[in-house]
């Protein structure tokens, strides 16, 4: 590894192998605390996805300083992080789509994926200025964006006006963590808030999609769960049960309105380099009880590789395909 040109889309995996690239990152993470070893599920992502997954702990020009100094001093042309995004060209030509989540991560690349392949997307999240950031980040695409609570009735009304008559999927992507609290130590409010917005939104925007679906005869909703949907042990009390709730969401609907011409499927990411930020006050008893579990977890994906299981599932592509939870974990529930 000794002869390659190490830029921010180059692996962490191979920073590390590299003579010149791997003393760097190591001193890197060492000043900030951290140890090589910590970096072992994430060898497989670029070296910019660090910024993110340090939520806001390293700023850009730790990274630019660093491809720097393993380049003489200069920044050398790189490709773009993470390669070149596969798509299907014009597979949502002609559909209106709403993604939820759509300022950050998951969601955000699943709504970008969405436009490049010619949907009319109906970007949502609570955050007006990060999803703002995303509409400008792609002047030329067909995007609406909707600032708003996705458990409020009045954003629901919202979105859905934003829409238009027309609604042809629907993907549920905002969604929050908990604090890795076990039962015993949950608190009302971290309850009802992660119940609210990872299962009560998603319930009450899919109900107000419905009629336009139903009229249609034909619409297709992805709903993110979580590796915490098919197991007990990825994350806390709340987070958990707000998870395995989405799947039963999914699965009842897809039965109910399976006869009329939708799909409701969700996907079940495994660890995901996202900002999604953790409350204050993380449950020491929680962490260390799930520690070894996460330990196991094969590697993290980018959000782009989750929008590929997203749009698969959100498109004719899934023709057949309904109530299903389809892991997109790295095989991560197959252990
Ligand atoms: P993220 O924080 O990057 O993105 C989530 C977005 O949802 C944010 O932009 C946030 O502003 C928005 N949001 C939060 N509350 C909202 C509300 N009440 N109304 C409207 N928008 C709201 O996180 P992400 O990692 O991209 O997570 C997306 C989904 O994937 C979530 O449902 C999460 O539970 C799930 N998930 C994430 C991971 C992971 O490792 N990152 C793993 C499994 C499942």
Do not use: C
């Amino acid at each position: 590894m000794t002869d390659e040109v190490l830029t921010a889309a180059t692996s962490i995996g191979d920073w590390l192998d590299s003579d010149v690239g791997g003393p760097l990152l190591r001193g890197l993470i060492a000043a900030g605390g951290g140890t090589a070893e910590s970096l072992a599920p994430v060898r497989g992502l670029p070296l910019q996805q660090l910024i993110v997954l340090s939520q806001g702990a390293m700023p850009q020009t730790a990274v630019d300083d660093l491809v720097r100094q393993a380049n003489g001093g200069v920044i050398p042309q790189s490709e773009s992080i993470g390669g070149a995004e596969p798509t299907s060209a014009g597979r949502f030509a002609g559909k209106t789509v709403i993604v939820t989540g759509a300022a950050s991560g998951i969601g955000r690349a699943t709504a970008g994926r969405l436009a490049r392949e010619g949907a009319r997307v109906i970007a949502t999240d609570i955050s007006a200025d990060r999803l703002a950031e995303f509409a400008a980040s792609m002047p030329d695409a067909d995007i609406v964006t909707v600032a708003g609570d996705v458990t409020t009735q009045e954003s629901i009304d919202a979105i859905v006006a934003a829409a238009g008559g027309r609604i042809d999927a629907l993907a549920n992507v905002a969604g929050i963590n908990d604090d890795f609290s076990p039962l015993g130590e949950t608190s009302d409010a971290m309850w009802d808030r992660v119940i609210a917005v990872n299962v009560t939104g998603p319930f009450k925007l899919t109900r107000a999609v419905l009629p336009a679906m139903l009229t249609a005869g034909a619409g297709s909703i992805v709903n993110v769960a979580s590796e915490a949907a098919l197991r007990g042990s990825a994350s806390g009390n709340a987070y958990t049960t707000s998870k395995h709730a989405v799947v039963g969401l999914t699965k009842s609907a897809a039965v109910m309105y399976g006869p009329k011409g939708l799909r409701v499927n969700a996907v079940a990411p495994g660890g995901v380099a996202t900002g999604i930020p953790f409350p204050p006050n993380v449950s020491e008893y929680g962490q260390q009880r799930l520690g070894a579990f996460h330990g196991t977890m094969p590697g993290v994906a980018t959000p782009e590789q989750l929008a590929a299981s997203i749009t698969f599932l959100l498109s004719d592509d899934g023709v057949n395909i309904n109530g299903v939870v389809l892991a997109s974990d790295g095989g991560w529930s197959a252990q």
